[in-house]
């Protein structure tokens, strides 16, 4: 039998809205790097091959995974969560800092040499005679005439000049965990997750957006096709009014009542001609062509599908704002703790050993690291008095004890415990109002069903009465005019599916949205996994 336009679009917005539905939370991202390189190319020509090939829902997710811009964006609010993360966790590794410092001095220093040569060195055995003395007189005057000049102007300076440089290594090594790094830990992981279920969140509302726009293409498209229908129902009958008219049996009146309903089918038919248009546009611009493509959009039948109750609540756990409130909630505990291990006593071990030349620092704290500090300096100078230290070292215990610090830190404490229960509480209501969502959107979605499956009944029965009168037309039994309002009847009949698949849809989507349902998850229960593995940049290990 062929299908009808009112069937076909009920039945692709029946089944073939499930994608957009089961997309809200989809996990099948491609990961960053895939993103980067696929959007990265350029200006985007590979649309002007595209316009022929048939656009179905699974094209459009696939196209709208790569080329939506809120796809790249949530790209790269997902890299710069990653990096946050990173940063967090740069406390648990070891930890390396060269410092390497040159630099020249010049220096003015004391010549304590001139004293030496000051008083002569006199040996009185060999003074023989008075000429000797008188000597020995005079050098000592002059030695006394020397000293005195140097207590007057004091004693001469001397300016030296050298280069030194001095290299320095710090580094940090975590010995075990402490409750500080199982917090620190804690809180990285966190953000790690929490940056993963916002990508799946975003990734999921774009595709979301983008299917919303191919089915608003499908349904401008479907009552572009009634309206069109309806017209040339109005022209038929404008065409029998003015053969009665002719014969007497029709009036003026009614030939300006047809002409009248004739220009308000034109009108009609006007204004879907540019509903078609405008959701075109928005299609184009959700997969990222240019506004005025015409893509080849087609129908898809998907088989309807979602999770049972009991499922769908234990799904419930995955949603993303449930798992924001459960990391809030470890973050919290963790921060806690943190607090706590800042407020107690702090105690340290260290030892340092120092050569002529090099300097050792090596400390380990109750918080479990190993810190230390390796100094090497080289010094080139002509100064005499440049004496070299000798080698020495300490041992010994550091111990830091906050005895008054105007309470900061024992608030601090309390206000993380605070925020931690606070947490808690927030969590638990969450996953409550969570399991209502899922139940009240299970209701909703039963309610839906039931009435698609209602206007899917009228639908039928239309086309049912077009088949009894094409049979009577073959043989001149019926009037054109009969066979044409025995066509419209499937048309009006088909808005009904359009009318209840807007609520139907909705229902799913929320629905799934409420349960947490992932799009991998959807597909096994649709029975299209087969997907997985025709999308290379979203398979399994995306999901």
């Not at 047809?258 to 034109?266: I, S």
């Not at 009894?468 to 043989?475: G, K, N, R, S, Y």
Request: hydrophobic share 45%.
């Amino acid at each position: 039998m062929r299908r009808t336009p009112g069937r076909a679009v009920a039945a692709a917005l029946a089944g073939g809205l499930m994608l957009c539905l089961a997309a809200l939370l989809v996990l099948g991202a491609p990961a960053p790097g895939a993103l980067a390189q696929d959007g990265a190319g350029g200006p985007d020509t590979a649309w002007l091959e595209d316009l022929a090939v048939p656009y179905d829902a699974v094209r459009v997710v696939q196209r709208a995974v790569h080329r939506h811009m809120g796809v790249q964006i949530a790209q790269l609010q997902y890299a710069a969560a990653q990096a946050r993360a990173v940063e967090s966790r740069a406390a648990l590794r070891p930890a390396l800092t060269v410092d390497v410092r040159p630099y020249w001095l010049e220096a003015y220093e004391v010549d304590y040499g001139a004293l030496s040569g000051l008083l002569p060195a006199v040996d009185i055995e060999d003074i023989r005679d008075l000429e000797q003395w008188d000597e020995l007189r005079a050098r000592l005057e002059k030695a006394f005439e020397q000293a005195r000049h140097y207590l007057d102007n004091g004693l001469p300076r001397r300016w030296y000049e050298g280069r030194a440089y001095t290299v320095t290594l710090t580094g940090r090594l975590p010995l075990w965990r402490s409750p500080l790094q199982r917090a620190l830990d804690t809180i990285a992981s966190a953000d790690q997750r929490q940056a993963a279920a916002d990508l799946e969140a975003a990734v999921g509302a774009a595709v979301v957006q983008s299917l919303e726009a191919y089915y608003g293409v499908l349904r401008a498209e479907a009552a572009l096709r009634i309206a069109r229908l309806a017209l040339e129902e109005v022209e038929l009958r404008a065409g029998e009014i003015a053969s009665r008219r002719a014969a007497g049996t029709a009036t003026r009146l009614d030939e300006l009542q047809v002409e009248a309903e004739r220009h308000q089918a034109e009108a009609r038919v006007l204004q879907a001609r540019g509903e078609v248009q405008a959701a075109r546009m928005a299609l184009n611009q959700m997969l990222g062509y240019p506004l005025d493509a015409h893509l080849n959009v087609v129908e898809t039948d998907i088989p309807a599908a979602w999770p049972e109750l009991d499922e769908a609540i234990a799904l419930s756990a995955r949603r993303a704002d449930v798992l924001r409130a459960l990391n809030d909630l470890e973050k919290a505990r963790a921060g806690a703790v943190i607090a706590r291990e800042q407020a107690s006593v702090g105690l340290r071990l260290f030892v340092q050993y120092q050569w002529p030349e090099t300097e050792l620092q090596l400390g380990v704290d109750r918080h479990g690291y190993l810190g230390g500090t390796v100094t090497y300096t080289r010094l080139e100078m002509d100064s005499p008095l440049q004496q070299d230290q000798g080698e020495r070292w300490t041992v010994g215990v550091e111990v830091s004890w906050p005895v008054f610090d105007g309470h900061q830190r024992r608030a601090q404490a309390a206000q993380a415990e605070l925020q931690a229960r606070q947490a808690e509480l927030a969590a638990e209501q969450l996953q409550k109002m969570a399991v209502t969502e899922v139940t009240a959107a299970y209701a909703r979605l039963q309610a839906a069903a039931e009435a698609l499956d209602g206007a899917r009944r009228g639908v039928a029965a239309a086309q049912e009465a077009l088949a009894v009168a094409q049979e009577l037309h073959a043989p001149g039994a019926a009037t054109p005019r009969a066979a044409l309002q025995a066509r419209l009847g499937p048309a009006p009949a088909g808005s009904g599916p359009l009318g209840a698949t807007s609520p139907f849809t909705r229902a799913p989507a929320a629905y799934l949205q409420s349960a947490g349902v992932v799009l991998s998850h959807w597909l096994t229960l649709a029975g299209l996994d087969y997907l997985l593995d025709e999308w290379p940049a979203a398979g399994p290990d995306g999901m």
